[in-house]
């Protein structure tokens, strides 16, 4: 089953939103198999940005992600990736739908609360470099009553 490496930056923790981002993931029927709280070292953050480094704004991006602990997550479900993404809104949160993550709770992009896998692959690669130690496994019950 698909799988989306997803994490609630220094920000949204600080601002206690992880309680409200779980629920949400949660709610919609994905199956939590990774979850940590944890202060990010440098080489990590610059990792798992590395396609942005060439960016203006990415010394101020490893800055942001190592400011404080994240909350990193594996999300488990059909289409999980790329409803994931759409759950969270776009990157500029002054352009994300009212309804998604950054569209309720984030005003400037540089403050946007969390990241979301932007493909499969990404999400692979990403899950990889963030649990290394790998992820939980376990049956969801509820999955007769999820998916047709
Ligand atoms: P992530 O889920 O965090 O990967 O965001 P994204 O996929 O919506 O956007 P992208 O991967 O292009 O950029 C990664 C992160 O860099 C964004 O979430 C922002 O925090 C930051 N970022 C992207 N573009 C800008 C920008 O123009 N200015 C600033 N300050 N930050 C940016
Ligand atoms: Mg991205």
């Known amino acids: 089953m698909e799988q989306s ?18 629920k949400r993931f949660e709610q919609r029927g994905y199956a939590l198999k990774g979850l940590k709280i944890m202060n990010v070292q440098r080489h990590l953050a610059e990792k798992h940005y590395e396609d942005l480094s060439s960016k203006p704004f990415f010394p101020a991006l490893v800055d942001y992600i190592i400011s404080g602990p994240v909350v990193a997550m594996v999300w488990e479900g059909k289409g999980v990736v790329a409803t994931g993404r759409k759950m969270i809104g ?12 950054r569209g309720d709770f984030a005003i400037e992009v540089g403050r946007n609360v969390i990241h979301g896998s932007d493909s499969v692959e990404s999400a692979q690669r990403e899950i990889a470099l963030w649990f290394p130690e790998g992820v939980t496994e376990w049956t969801q019950v509820a999955k007769p009553w999820i998916y047709e």
């Not at 776009?90 to 993550?101: D, F, K």
């Open 5 to 22: 490496y997803i994490m609630i930056k220094p920000d949204g923790v600080q601002r206690g939103l992880v309680g409200e981002i779980i």
């Open 90 to 101: 776009a990157t500029n949160p002054l352009a994300s739908e009212p309804g998604t993550i």
